[in-house]
């Protein structure tokens, strides 16, 4: 561990437990076999110092919770405080009775904390506790790095799609530039007025241009709140503008088939980029040419609930870069060949969270060497 | 002298053709992609000068540098290669030289800087000049003096 690991104790009942075994004394910290352990006597008083040392930038790595059968219902409810202070943390039941404390504490536990609590039956040795101490304050640090893991994965992530986004919209705005610049440099020695005014005409079209290009970068910019009733053609069509010479140089033919599906809850500007991050890898796995199309269909997911699927079915008459690529690893991209959590490479990662933060998903369908099918799906608004 | 200019953009396009206007070359073919350049650089023989933007649909700027410079009838013929200014582009700029590319510009170009590279590559290829455009090149030169540029 980087520095003394932090248990808080809490001792309401004022049992004979984790106090008595390390000789605690709540008026000061004491640092036991490399942890530094605090003592609080309530469940508010804990709650109370968990939130000051996050502010403080410090976390509690272990809560020992002293519990009576008489005092669960109370005990249940300081875990799920501590819990909405500080999700990461892991917690050691001390009971005196095991049997019952295991289908007690089950309903009262959140699936993704499930794994986040152990027990401690007294009485118990100061090698006991202090064993239990290690085994959890690893678990809960292994959880934690894997976490701040995810988040620089996902940093990255987003630091990749802004890159590759601007070299897009740069090349796309140095063309424009040329247009306006040299059709600007021809005026100046033209003596005819005609002729002016149709170079006119192509600054002004490139400047219409470069004003649409604009607008949607900045429609990029959304907030969590920007959710609206929409069709999912909008946020195609904001990333077809943005890509759409793209496409075109790299021989990419891009249809599109959509049914008639209903409008759903989405956000523009986050959508928006799932669809340009999808088009940028779908050209990079191409040699050269090939074909996006991209279509709709109605689709249940997650237990039956119905939504719709935007699929983007890639192809390539050149075959995609296969697995032995030294430019990128598929099994990124695939998130290891069978699990659809791992889609951390080439942007994707970043996307799969806008999806999921619509109440839908993205993920891979289809791969192989000719061909890959890409979908995100969205739930329809009566089953939000 | 005849030109070359192969871009897929229609306005960059017109833009290069209407630069050499300016100073004076009208002979003057044109290509939307590498495949149609090559076809017509190879059956015209009059060719001596090529201008190529670099991204284009099906055979890129790159390709028909290479298809040139690997062609024993077309690798004298002096190329001019257009491009973006990106951290990407310049390192095709560095595979652009490894292929011989005789001069490069990065978009947005203005008429300066374009007769600019044009004339250094005239000059330094030693492209066969009648003597009307000898004598253009000449004044342009001088022209330039006058304005101070280098």
Known sequence: ?384 | MHFLVVDDDDDCRSTVVEYLSAMGFNYVSIARNGVDAFRIVSHNPTINFIISDWEMPKVSGIDLLRSCKLSNNLKKIPFLMITSQTSFERMKIIQAGKANVDQYLLKPFNLSVFQERVLSIIENSKCFLDHQEAKLVSKMRQMQKKRGVK
């Open chain 1, 1 to 384: 561990m980087d520095d003394l690991a932090s248990i808080l104790v809490i001792n309401e009942s004022n049992g004979a437990g984790c106090m008595d075994v390390w000789g605690l004394d709540s008026s000061e910290v004491q640092s036991i076999e490399g942890f530094s352990v605090f003592l609080v006597d309530s469940g508010e008083q804990a709650v109370e110092v968990v939130k000051s040392k996050i502010n403080g930038k410090g976390r509690f790595y272990i809560v020992f919770l002293e519990v009576t059968q008489e005092s669960l219902d109370h005990s249940f409810s300081i875990i799920l405080a501590i819990q909405a202070a500080d999700p990461t943390v892991y917690f050691v039941i001390v009971s005196d009775s095991p049997h019952k404390l295991g289908s007690s504490i089950n309903p009262w536990i959140k699936d993704e904390f499930k794994d986040q609590w152990d027990y401690l039956i007294r009485p118990f040795t100061k090698v006991e506790l202090l064993q239990k101490s290690i085994q959890m304050a690893g678990a809960c640090l292994q959880k934690r790095r894997l976490e701040q893991l995810n988040r620089q994965i996902l940093l990255v992530d987003r630091y990749a799609c802004i890159g590759r986004l601007a070299k897009s919209v740069g090349h796309e705005f140095s063309n424009i530039l040329q247009r306006i610049i040299g059709k600007v440099d021809i005026s100046l020695m033209e003596t005819e007025l005609e002729t002016i005014f149709n170079h006119l005409k192509i600054v002004l079209s490139a400047t219409e241009r470069a004003s649409i290009i604009v607008r949607n970068l900045q429609s990029f910019y959304s907030s969590e709140t920007d959710f609206k009733i929409e069709s999912v053609g909008v946020p195609l069509e904001v990333a077809i503008s943005l890509m759409g010479h793209e496409l075109v140089r790299n021989s990419i033919d891009f249809e599109r088939s959509f049914s008639n599906i209903p409008s759903i809850r989405l956000n523009v500007g986050s959508l928006s980029q799932v669809f340009l991050n999808i088009m940028i890898h779908s050209v990079r796995i191409m040699h050269k040419s090939g074909k996006i199309l991209a279509a709709t269909e109605l689709a249940t997911r997650f237990n039956d609930k119905y939504g719709v699927n935007i699929k983007f079915y890639v192809s390539s008459p050149g075959g995609l870069l296969n697995v032995s690529s030294d430019e990128f690893d598929l099994k990124c991209f695939l998130g290891g060949g069978s699990s659809q959590s791992n889609l951390y490479e080439l942007g994707l990662a970043a996307s799969r969270q806008i999806a999921l933060s619509h109440g839908g998903d993205l993920f891979v369908e289809q791969f192989d060497n000719n061909a890959a099918t890409f979908c995100v799906w969205l739930p329809l608004l009566s089953e939000r």
